[in-house]
């Protein structure tokens, strides 16, 4: 093997461990997004919950105003 065959082997190692590696940040980001969403969408289910129940209190509160309960 000469010195142009071994140069272009150990490109070739480089190359697929290069390519390994961003297939594991590939999964990791993804997975990472995964999570982010999934917070998201718990995050927005309890602002709804939040704003909900809110609205019903400032519903009895106007309520009562409307019938001079204080």
């Not at 990472?32 to 019903?56: H, N, P, V, W, Y």
């Amino acid at each position: 093997m000469n010195d142009i065959d071994r140069l272009e082997q150990r490109l070739s190692e480089c190359f697929e461990a290069l390519q390994q590696r961003m297939e594991v940040l590939d999964r990791r980001a993804d997975q990472r997004f995964t999570e982010i969403r999934a917070k998201q969408e718990e995050d927005i289910m309890l602002l709804k919950a939040m704003s909900c129940q809110l609205r019903g209190r400032v519903e009895r509160v106007e309520r009562r105003a409307g019938r001079g309960v204080t």
